[in-house]
């Protein structure tokens, strides 16, 4: 069972950057894509990047293209996700998870951390 913690939310200025941190207890074919989801207020969750850690091929929602960067760390089984140029729309709850399948959707993930949060004002 692989267990994911997150780090990194906070509250930030439209325009501003943030960086989460996902950190995963072990790498095994349960975690051999990670990545980032979020979901608004009100709203429901949506898919933002992943990673493929074999080959480290990169998946984005068209919503974040262009300023946001997931990126690892395997010597440290962390994933992490830079965001620049934040809009008021980015603000959610973030969660990191893991999965078998290299792709962007939520339901190829079957491991989920506890979700940082992202606030982005105007």
């Known amino acids: 069972q692989v267990q994911l913690v997150e780090s990194g939310g906070g509250s930030v200025q439209a325009g501003g950057s943030l960086r989460l941190s996902c950190v995963a207890s072990?790498?095994?074919?349960?975690?051999?894509?990670m990545g980032w989801f979020r979901q608004p207020p009100g709203k429901e969750r949506e898919e933002v990047a992943t990673?493929?850690?074999?080959?480290?091929?990169?998946f984005y929602s068209d919503s974040v293209k262009g300023r946001f960067t997931i990126s690892q760390d395997k010597a440290k089984n962390t994933v992490y996700l830079q965001m620049n140029s934040l809009k008021v729309e980015d603000s959610g709850m973030y969660y990191c998870?893991?999965?078998?399948?290299?792709?962007?959707?939520?339901?190829?993930?079957?491991?989920w951390g506890q979700g940082t949060q992202v606030t982005v004002s105007s």
């Open positions: 998870a893991s999965g078998r399948v290299c792709s962007l959707w939520s339901r190829d993930f079957g491991y």
């Open positions: 072990e790498y095994t074919a349960n975690s051999y894509s």
């Open positions: 990673i493929c850690r074999v080959n480290a091929d990169t």
